[in-house]
């Protein structure tokens, strides 16, 4: 891995360079003539792109029920304890974030109020492209169903031999009402302006490769988008207490998902830095996904030495990675210190992939420095608000001044009519 030793200033310029997500212009391109072709040609549009991407020819996008009962009865005892156990620890996470709303009585004649309210329908995204992501599925299905959604549809690129049966395990498990092989740019598309076989949805929720992330922007607006979430990310602060085999573990971790996935390490200890590369190289060597993970590494990842315990910290907000984890003595000390990052993982037993799979929060994340203004997925994605308000006469009244008067002052003559015609020594009806 590169690695970079400066002045703080000038490295935080360099990590803003090197993070940002500058605009890929041909997948930009790319992604809006798919999402045109399907917003004209429909079924015919996800049936082309599936044979070209996907090597697939699809005559049906719907999975039939009876293929994902047969995937659940027949899926090893052990895999499905492991869902079951994911399902338990990230259900009791996501309970607690259930949200009411309120009503407010407290000035007399007054009644004012908020009211949570479930999407009617969702569309979860559950990438499939170079690996199977039953994990996922849990992360975005068990929270639409918590929040009260009344139809969760999913859709996952199709294979060649069939989809991963873990991943139609999980949506059996999860109770997912709909299940259609369609990926990429093309599923994101039929889900945001349908398609003859696929609804159209409220919102779509889900992470995916720069494709699906892509395509997720673009359709923003014509249906709402849960966040960026897109190849992922890992940031590392450490210092020379830390183990730099686990260290190049975790950071491979992440690599291994996605050419363009991002490894970083911060450190204080240039000692630490040169063991934690070695031990990169040497693991890339025996990694399965080593291609992929390789990429990664020398395209996206960097090791930085900076001076000070501070600057570790301050650099990596500037990073805003997806996850971040503090590999320090007392790493719950330093919480105070970190403002973006989608999710952080204290000390050396909370490795990235305990997060990924069974601990409970959610690994669905915000990606490519979005952490700066978004959050994990959760409970508060699948509601939304409805304000409320009812005064009697006599409360209206002792507004109804400022109300005429504000409208007035904005040219909006009707509006303040509106509150006279309650009012009799206001205005003065025909009848
Ligand atoms: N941020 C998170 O919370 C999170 C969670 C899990 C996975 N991920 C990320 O999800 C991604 C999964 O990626 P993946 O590729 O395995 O699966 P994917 O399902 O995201 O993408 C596969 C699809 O990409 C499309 N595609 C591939 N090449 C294309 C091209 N040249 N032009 C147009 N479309 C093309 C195809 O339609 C294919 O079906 C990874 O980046 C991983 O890091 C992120
Ligand atoms: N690390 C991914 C989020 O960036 C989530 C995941 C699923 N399976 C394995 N990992
Ligand atoms: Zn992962």
Partial sequence: MKIIESDLNSLKRLVQRKTQQLTDLKVEDAVRRIITDVIDNGDAALKKYEAQFDKVDLTEFRLPQATIDAAYDQLDQKVKDALQLAKRNITSFHEKERATGFVDAEQPGVL???????????????????????????????????????????????????????????????????????????????????????????????????????????????????????????????????????????????????????????????????????????????????????????EKGFIAVVPQTQDMFELMNTVAPEHLEVQLAEPTQYLNLIRNAGSVFLGKYASEPLGDYVAGPNHILPTSGTARFSSPLGVYDFVKRTSFIQYTQAALKKEATAITTLARVEGLEGHARAIEARFDQYYDTED
Avoid at 121 to 141: E, F, I, K, N
Avoid at 210 to 225: E, L, M, P, S, W
């Fill in 112 to 298: 004012r109020g908020q009211k949570l309210l479930p999407l009617q329908r969702v569309g979860l995204y559950v990438p499939g492209g170079t690996a199977a992501y039953p994990s996922t599925l849990l992360m975005s299905a068990l929270p639409a169903k918590i929040a009260g959604v009344q139809e969760v549809v999913m859709v996952t690129p199709p294979q060649p031999d069939g989809i991963n049966p873990a991943v139609l395990a999980a949506a059996k498990l999860a109770g997912v009402d709909a299940i259609y092989q369609v990926g990429g740019a093309q599923a994101i598309a039929a889900l945001a302006y349908g398609t003859e076989s696929i609804p159209a949805v409220d919102k779509i929720i889900g992470p995916g490769n720069v494709f699906v992330a892509t395509a997720k922007k673009q359709v923003f607006g014509q249906v709402a988008i849960d966040m960026v979430a897109g190849p992922s990310e890992i940031g590392i602060i450490a210092d020379e207490t830390a183990d730099p085999r686990q260290l190049a573990a975790d950071l491979l971790s992440q690599a291994e998902h996605d050419r363009r996935a991002r490894p970083i390490l911060i450190t204080t200890s240039a000692k630490l830095a040169r063991a934690v590369d070695a031990n990169v190289t040497s693991q890339l060597k025996v990694l399965p996904r080593t291609a992929i993970a390789t990429e990664a590494v020398n």
